[in-house]
């Protein structure tokens, strides 16, 4: 089952999906889709499409942020219940909405003048709903980044379902990459295995020192997070309790906090 196998590697540590998605990533294109701008959706190829609204459902209750459509995973799809192996792509994290992004959409949504500044980049972004909620509070501009491509196409038809411009999606992984300047750099539940969080603390610090970038980090709890000595350097910013169906999913994890990163 799809959705188990995805809970199963974000409870327990994901080296492996990871090395594979990297390695995956660096074999497909890695583009920046600055021409959706252009011509919103029309870069989609028409299978892909017809495959990802095939293999969807449009929700916007069960999660915190209600004004965002997500085409997601949900029980009456068939991916629920079927066997992982007939997935034909990498493991769909953008198929879900996690607590994390959830808890950072949520507030940008409510506060925002917390991104009305500048420059906004979303990393990891999923099914890119906390970049949506930084164009929908009045981002100057916004980028998404995810080292999966088919999220990168979720993205877009989540853009067409809130009436949102399709912001650039950048496909490669830029972690450890000479740095662009960011006013504020968003990410929602990317602390869910060792080696990544080293390398986003240390990318984050980086940037930070850099340029004086602002960091939000959206984490319910997850002990990885928890574990990890970027926690001690965090501020409490808000804490939300999470709807009934997130917790299911999330082995009874019952809020979601964002956090301010000032080493
Ligand atoms: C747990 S999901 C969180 C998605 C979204 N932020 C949310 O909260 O709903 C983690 C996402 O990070 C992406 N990811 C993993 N490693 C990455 C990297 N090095 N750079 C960018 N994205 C990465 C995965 O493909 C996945 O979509």
Redesign the pocket.
């Known amino acids: 089952m799809v959705f188990c196998r995805l809970k199963w590697f ?1 409870g327990f540590g994901s080296r492996d999906v ?1 090395t594979k ?2 390695r995956s990533s660096n074999r497909s294109t890695s583009l920046i889709w600055r021409c959706y701008h252009r011509t919103p959706g029309s870069f989609l190829d028409p299978e892909m499409r017809a495959f990802l609204e095939e293999n969807t459902e449009v929700s916007s209750s069960g999660h915190l942020t209600p004004e965002i459509r997500l085409r997601l995973l949900t029980p009456r799809c068939r991916f629920w219940q079927e066997r992982a192996d007939l997935w034909p792509y990498g493991d769909p ?2 198929a ?7 808890a ?1 959409s949520r507030y940008i949504l409510d506060n925002p003048d917390a991104v009305r500044m500048g420059s906004v980049l ?6 890119g ?2 970049a949506i909620a930084a164009v929908m509070s009045g981002a100057s501009q916004v980028h998404a ?4 491509p088919i ?1 990168g196409m979720a993205m877009v038809l989540n853009c067409e379902l809130n009436n949102v411009n399709p912001f650039p999606i950048l496909t490669k ?3 450890d990459t000479e740095l662009d300047k960011w006013d504020l750099i968003v ?4 602390f ?1 295995d060792e080696q ?1 969080a080293n ?1 986003l603390h240390h990318w984050l610090r980086k940037c930070i020192r850099t340029h004086g970038t602002k960091v939000l980090i ?1 984490d319910p709890g997850r002990p990885q997070f928890l574990g990890h000595r970027i926690h001690s350097q965090l501020h409490k910013v808000v804490e939300y309790s999470l709807p009934e169906s997130t917790r299911q999913e999330n082995n009874g994890l019952t809020s979601s906090i964002v956090w301010s990163y000032q080493p």
């Open positions: 974000i990871l998605a990297s994290f953008w879900i909405y996690w607590p994390g992004g959830q950072l979303d990393l990891g972004s999923g099914c709903a906390t980044n995810d080292i999966d999220a992984n830029i972690i990410l929602g539940d990317m869910y990544l390398s959206g």
